[in-house]
């Protein structure tokens, strides 16, 4: 079974979060929830889902993980403005290990600077922002590019979560 | 005295509307609310100041105006998906009259492709995707590039303002 680390912070989409959550713990995996202060309780932007703060990127090396889930929402802009978050994410796609990024999930990506020839797909208010930054950039339910997956809004999770427990098994 | 169009829609940063509103009232000058839907009340996103649109890009013509005003917060990621949106701020950008951004006001310069070669800065989170669309950032607390005035957050409003107020004159 995979433990999976989840980078998140206030104001995330709810259903991204709750979703693949509850089906990657329905499959027997751990989720550690890695934000920006432990003990924290971070609120979804639209039902204030309250999720607790397990370890910051830091404290966490990514060696103790197997997978990496990036709700979207606003979370992704708060991660990106920490350097710490932002080196997790660049190791964890440096590693290989799957990455599972939906909405606004390629945000971090950006700033860790990993996304230049990776295909890739996003909310499409961040279309442009993944264009300049050398990502390609597709229109559709999920993308898969080597450890990368990629999903577009919560009108993806059906897909997206398949996807996921596929790189997970 | 001008006519300046303020580019606005739900989740905006409240003091980099209500604060530049006020002193751009104070002069004499004249506002103008362009939204995506008219009458519709948008919101800021920590105060919940409220906001009625006016018009929407598409109804009014750059020609109207006399500069643009694109406040923060989560409303540029909203608007940058509504092409009609996107395109207003491109011509406002090519006609070189004033565009006022500060704090994520720039995403929706890089959704318009307008921020190549141009020295501009804005709120940290957005740094690499400003870098990626061919920006010149500066860590200022605004900058003056031709008809493009920026800032970064609520911090630099006084000397945003006096930046902006200049350029109405």
Known sequence: MAKVAVII???FEDSEYTKPIEAFRA???DIIHVGLQPGQIVRGKKLGTEVKVDVTPKACPVASFDALLIPGGYS???LRVDEDA???VR???QSDKPVFSICHGPQILITAKVLEGRTV???KSI???IVYAGGNFVDQEFVIDKNLVSSRSPIDLPAFIEACLQKLT
Chains 1, 2 share one sequence.
Do not use: N
Request: glycine share 10%.
């Open 121 to 123: 797909t996003g909310w």
């Open 9 to 11: 912070t206030d104001l």
């Open 27 to 29: 499959s027997g995996h």
């Open 91 to 93: 190791q964890f796609m």
């Open 76 to 78: 992704p802009d708060k």
């Open 127 to 129: 279309i442009q922002d």
């Open 86 to 88: 932002v080196e997790f």
